[in-house]
């Protein structure tokens, strides 16, 4: 499975940014397509994820009530619309699928090369 992020920039704080991600390669299989993002100097932060089927989400508390995931499954997609971004949302944002879970368990997952946001004050 390959994945291809895009959408990220620079913004202000208090703007909104949709980030996408497309799959391709042995996709049937996907079980669950996420977001991760990671900051310089710390650890990889869960974001949001949604299974393939079901549609169930799960949000990272850091971003609850300001970004919502969605998926698009013709398309082996997945979007993160962030609103009300803050500076400390600035990070490298990963897409992640797995064949296995909703992508919280890292180990089983499959990753893009990431999009930077850069948020400003």
């Known amino acids: 499975v390959q994945l291809v992020e895009s959408g990220g920039g620079e913004v202000q704080a208090g703007d909104s940014v949709r980030l996408a991600c497309v799959a391709s390669?042995?996709?049937?299989?996907?079980?669950?397509m996420g977001w991760f993002r990671q900051a310089p100097g710390t650890e990889r932060e869960f974001v949001a994820s949604?299974?393939?089927?079901?549609?169930?989400?799960i949000y990272g508390d850091s971003v609850k009530g300001r970004f919502t995931i969605s998926r698009d499954n013709a398309k082996n997609s997945v979007y993160l619309q962030m609103d009300s971004l803050k500076p400390e949302d600035t990070a490298t944002y990963y897409c992640?699928?797995?064949?296995?879970?909703?992508?919280?368990?890292?180990?089983?997952?499959?990753w893009g090369q990431g999009t930077l946001v850069t948020v400003s004050s």
């Open positions: 390669g042995v996709t049937n299989g996907i079980y669950g």
């Open positions: 949604v299974t393939k089927s079901s549609g169930k989400t």
């Open positions: 992640a699928a797995s064949m296995m879970s909703d992508v919280t368990l890292t180990d089983l997952n499959y």
